[in-house]
């Protein structure tokens, strides 16, 4: 049976299309999608939303600590409020708001920028065979190409974008 694991299930690393047969034991949450390639495009779409709310998380922390907040608080506030998500409240992307993940290890090791960049390009070819709308993501697939393709940011962790933005290197 093809399943697919949240990024909770597999604590942060990369996540497979596996049989259950095999991998029972090591998973907490496994969501059976369905026929073959089910798996893949959850995993498509999961990341499509991550590198959307990575970035809307990078320009709000870049807004605030330019606005003269400190950014731990902001991310406190964000992270009871409406706007919490993962990538505020998990893998936070400015430096030094959470300890111990990419971000505050100069955007080494995690996920990188390029795979970002090559899932948001699967989601894209995916939205257009079937018509389906999506403008964030398109914009998400541009700025995560940029990085990519940039030598400061196309080595590093994808959560760079906050970097990417603060510096305005576009």
């Not at 090591?26 to 970035?55: H, P, R, T, Y």
Request: glycine share 10%; hydrophobic share 40%.
């Amino acid at each position: 049976m093809t399943a697919w694991a949240s990024p909770r299930a597999c604590r942060g690393h990369l996540c497979l299309l596996f049989n259950l047969h095999y991998y029972p034991s090591i998973l907490q949450n496994v969501v059976c999608c369905g026929s073959i390639g089910s798996g893949q495009a959850a995993k498509i779409c999961n990341n499509m939303l991550l590198a959307i709310e990575m970035i809307g998380t990078a320009e709000t922390m870049n807004l605030g600590i330019k606005m003269g907040l400190d950014p731990k608080k902001l991310a406190s506030i964000i992270n009871t409020s409406s706007g919490r998500c993962w990538s505020s409240d998990t893998y936070n992307p400015c430096p030094g708001v959470i300890e111990g993940i990419p971000p505050s290890k100069g955007y080494a090791g995690g996920f990188g920028s390029a795979l970002m960049a090559k899932d948001l390009s699967l989601a894209q070819n995916a939205a257009t065979t079937l018509g389906a709308p999506t403008p964030l993501g398109s914009l998400s697939h541009q700025i995560y190409r940029l990085l990519a393709q940039h030598p400061d940011f196309q080595s590093k962790d994808f959560g760079v974008v906050f970097k990417f933005l603060s510096e305005g290197k576009q």
